[in-house]
């Protein structure tokens, strides 16, 4: 009998230290970094902050958009998301290469973007190539510059938007500005290769690309400017 009254006092004791009619609260089970699976939540923690909420751009190309995702296959897109761009702000996400996705979860991330913005397919035969097969010849592609790209950056890339300033050239790679020329970046007005006064061929994209790169100065001497690399 003095155990059956010992219990209903340990249990009107513990009662009585709750608040009436609230109920004891089953905590959650923490979910490790690696096991998340959720598209919106692995692309929102890891990729939206530079290319958009919603893939559409932010501080960087939009690699939701149609002409994006019409030039960069699967591979392309799990690859950059792999190793990163070297010498540029996009760091390497997989953990074989020092960051925090596993192989699952970027699998999970390419094929989401393409679900959710993308159409599946090759790209069209008169679209720019993601890659460049040739070199390019900067002189012409100072013309091509100065036909369809001054009227927002100036006639020598270095007003408005100057996106021949040495100082912007040093923060991303060639194949950058080749992406941002074939696909423009629509929430900063910039059109891609179809909206100028005429579509760009592959080499006018190539030739552009050739010239600004011509714009970049060489590490030894933005060493010697490091307040502005001029």
């Known amino acids: ?25 089953v905590e959650a089970p923490v979910i490790r970094p690696s096991e998340v699976t959720d598209f919106r939540v692995l692309y929102g923690q890891n990729c939206s902050g530079c290319h958009g909420a919603n893939g559409q751009g932010a501080l960087t190309v939009g690699i939701g958009t149609p002409a994006y995702l019409a030039i960069a296959d699967d591979s392309t897109i799990r690859r950059v998301i792999e190793k990163g761009r070297t010498g540029t702000p996009m760091q390497a996400f997989a953990q074989k290469a020092g960051g925090m996705l596993t192989d699952a979860q970027i699998e999970i991330i390419v094929h989401g973007i393409r679900k959710s913005w993308g159409k599946a397919g090759p790209p069209a035969t008169d679209e720019p190539r993601y890659l460049g097969s040739q070199p390019g010849d900067a002189e012409r592609g100072y013309k091509v510059f100065a036909t369809v790209c001054s009227s927002c950056h100036g006639p020598d890339g270095r007003r408005g938007r100057a996106i021949a300033d040495s100082s912007y050239l040093a923060l991303v790679s060639d194949q ?41 100065l060489p590490f030894s001497t933005q060493l010697k400017h490091p307040g502005g690399f001029e």
């Open 1 to 25: 009998m003095k155990y059956i009254v010992l219990i209903l006092a340990i249990m009107l004791g513990d009662s009585s230290c709750r608040p009436s009619g609230q109920r004891s609260v």
């Open 176 to 216: 950058h500005l080749r992406t941002v020329t074939i696909t423009g970046m629509p929430h900063l007005g910039m059109p891609d290769w179809r909206t100028h006064p005429k579509p760009l061929s592959d080499g006018d994209v190539t030739d552009v690309v050739a010239w600004l790169a011509a714009q970049r």
